[in-house]
């Protein structure tokens, strides 16, 4: 089974760059696409990085992705965080039968 | 923007099936793209469910056993997910989202199982 383990919560001070990260297991990470969502508190998902690295249309440059093929990992890096970057954040990708597998979430915390 | 909003009961009870419907706007699904549920049980993380490409294939998250179907009617610019015998374990919101990748996503519906 291809697995997604994502840190339970991070926290950093505003203006501060914060880096999620988001481990593979069974699987490699990159081999197929990764995307990464913010949900705001009692908010729908919105979508932050398709394809690996690509900005969603309208999200701010601060926010960007990598694969780090050492760690088999995905990365969602903050660049200049704000209290309004408070949130859940999810990473997704695909297993060997292509099927979409979640990371259980990241709660951001900007102090 | 793309626009999508779920809509079914907001309580269902145990061993019914539950139907839900997504309606989407400002795109057409005859151009294409495949579209997808996913949900989110209360205090938990996201789940994906099930996703359908109008008129072709449809795959699905293998946990749910055969107890989920996902249709789409690209002429009414609506799909559906029907999930059989369900009970506590199914409570959650459901979200429907453009897939390929998941881009735009609805508001969500809260579906409580209980009698």
């Known amino acids: 089974n291809f697995l997604l383990t994502q840190p339970h919560s991070v926290s950093e001070s505003p203006g501060q760059t914060v880096t999620i990260s988001c481990s593979g297991s069974?699987?490699?990470?990159?081999?197929?696409?990764v995307m990464w969502f913010q949900q705001r508190p009692g908010r729908a998902p919105t979508t932050v990085i398709i394809?690996?690295?690509?900005?969603f249309s309208g999200v701010p440059d601060r926010f960007s992705g990598s694969i780090d093929r050492s760690s088999n990992s995905a990365l969602l890096i903050i660049s200049g965080v704000k209290t309004e970057d408070e949130a859940d954040y999810y990473c997704?990708?695909?297993?060997?039968?292509?099927?979409?597998?979640f990371g259980g979430g990241t709660k951001l915390t900007v102090l | 923007q793309v626009q999508l909003r779920e809509s079914g009961p907001s309580l269902v009870k145990p061993s019914e099936t539950l139907t839900l419907n997504c309606l989407v706007s400002?795109?057409?699904?005859?151009?294409?793209?495949?579209w997808a549920w996913i949900r989110q049980a209360p205090g938990q993380g996201l789940e994906w469910v099930a996703s359908?490409?109008?008129?072709?294939?449809?795959t699905y998250n293998p946990s749910l056993k055969g107890r989920v179907a996902i249709t789409a009617d690209a002429s009414k610019n609506q799909f559906s997910l029907t999930l059989t015998s369900v009970t506590a374990a199914d409570t959650a919101v459901y979200y429907c989202?453009?897939?390929?990748?998941?881009?735009?996503w609805g508001q969500g519906l809260l579906v409580t199982v209980s009698s």
């Open positions: 359908v490409w109008p008129g072709g294939p449809t």
């Open positions: 400002n795109w057409s699904m005859t151009i294409g793209h495949n």
């Open positions: 394809e690996n690295d690509r900005r």
């Open positions: 069974g699987g490699i990470v990159g081999a197929n696409y």
């Open positions: 997704q990708s695909y297993d060997n039968n292509n099927l979409k597998v």
């Open positions: 989202a453009r897939d390929g990748p998941m881009d735009y």
